[in-house]
């Protein structure tokens, strides 16, 4: 099922360097982060979080033929693969 999310979340994306997908499993749970460039999270996100519900929607279906529950999650990139600010981070100097 790894290949599957692999293969899609590359399928999506312009560049699909950066793409990482990441398997968890806790039982017959499994989850799989997907990890993308900044610049292509909206198009795996989807509008409305489309793209990314159907990906979960055939992750379910496989995960029920293999007798496992599956899960996505989108994982934001880090910073320094872009340019990238954190929400939570105060900016540098404003006050000044």
């Known amino acids: ?7 899609l979340a590359r399928a999506l994306v312009d560049d699909p360097a950066p793409v990482e997908v990441t398997e968890e499993k806790n039982g017959d749970d499994v989850l799989y982060l997907v990890k993308v460039g900044r610049k292509d999270l909206g198009k795996v996100i989807g ?18 033929l293999q ?28 006050d000044q």
Request: net charge positive; no cysteine; aromatic share 2%.
């Open 1 to 7: 099922m790894r290949e599957l999310v692999d293969y």
């Open 47 to 64: 509008k409305k979080g489309r793209t990314a519900k159907a990906l979960r929607t055939l992750l379910s279906a496989v995960g029920t």
């Open 67 to 94: 007798n496992v529950r599956a899960g996505l999650e989108i994982v934001e990139p880090d910073e320094d693969e872009g340019k990238a600010k954190s929400k939570n981070k105060p900016a540098a100097d404003a």
